[in-house]
């Protein structure tokens, strides 16, 4: 239900953009974004559309960029400047609070090396 793609590796202060296609009625779902997880590491937000606005992380704000593509139920995560640190499985993320549904996608890698 939620196709995420465009990982893959890059060097450091390069740029990959990740996709998020939803199916059905998960697009208009209270949230729509992107975690990642790091080896090792807890999954955690990178960025995402809420009800009220969108949302980044601070390790994302200035250098990634949440857009979405309604007639394609599409969410896309434009990274720039990535950073080794960056590096992490990408997952995306639908949150219906109506039937406090979570929805995850297939994880996208992505390898920044230096």
């Known amino acids: 239900q939620l196709q995420a793609s465009g990982g893959g590796l890059v060097q450091t202060g390069g740029s990959l953009k990740l996709s998020c296609e939803a199916s059905?009625?998960?697009?208009?779902?209270?949230?729509m974004g992107w975690y990642r997880q790091a080896p090792g590491k807890q999954r955690e937000l990178v960025a995402g559309?809420?009800?009220?606005?969108?949302t980044y992380a601070d390790s994302a704000k200035g250098r990634f960029t949440l857009s979405r593509d309604n007639a394609k139920n599409t969410v896309y995560l434009q990274m720039n400047s990535l950073k080794s640190e960056d590096t992490a499985v990408y997952y995306c993320?639908?949150?219906?609070?109506?039937?406090?549904?979570?929805?995850w996608g297939r994880g996208t890698l992505v390898t920044v090396s230096s």
């Open positions: 059905g009625n998960i697009f208009s779902a209270d949230f």
């Open positions: 559309f809420t009800t009220v606005g969108t």
């Open positions: 993320n639908a949150y219906s609070r109506a039937i406090a549904t979570s929805y």
